[in-house]
């Protein structure tokens, strides 16, 4: 399940958005995921039944799009469900997000997800004014760009 798990996290998660300098510099926010190796950044217990799963406990028998769910959660985004670790700042349900209860049904990531992200990298890189643009934006903009000088 690890390479199903790992493909699916990384489809969901992977290319969808840049992080976007005040200066214009683009980066595309890429998730590699790998289960081996010596150092990780979290410790996941994976049992062979079912039953409960969250962010640091999961199944064999769950999906690979609820992995995904739970990852997000490892890069610091809420669940976007009634019941569930809503962000007490915002406060969202949102049945169309991957953070929703019921991720199976093709959730998105939206800008807000990879908040976390863009907070380590502003703080990596000493940069203000960091912003997450989507990556079909992006693509859109340098496309005007290009058709412009046409």
């Keep these: 399940v690890k390479d199903k ?5 990384e489809q969901i998660w992977s290319n969808r958005f840049f992080l976007v300098t005040p200066s214009g510099e683009q980066y595309p926010v890429v998730i590699d995921v790998t289960f081996s190796g010596t150092r990780f950044h979290h410790d996941v217990i994976v049992s062979r039944s079912g039953g409960r799963t969250d962010e640091l406990n999961w199944n064999l028998m769950i999906s690979p799009a609820a992995v995904a769910h739970e990852f997000g959660h490892m890069i610091g985004a809420f669940d976007e469900y009634r019941g569930g670790a809503i962000s007490p700042d915002i406060g969202i349900t949102d049945r169309t997000s991957i953070m929703t209860g019921g991720p199976d049904m093709g959730g998105e990531t939206h800008a807000r997800h990879y908040e976390g992200i863009r907070r ?21 903009a340098a496309g005007s760009k290009t058709d412009e000088r046409s």
Excluded: C, M, N
Aim: proline share 4%; aromatic share 12%.
């Design 5 to 9: 798990w790992e493909g699916v996290i």
């Design 120 to 140: 380590w990298f502003a703080e990596k890189t000493g940069l203000r004014g960091i912003s997450l643009i989507p990556i079909d934006q992006v693509k859109d």
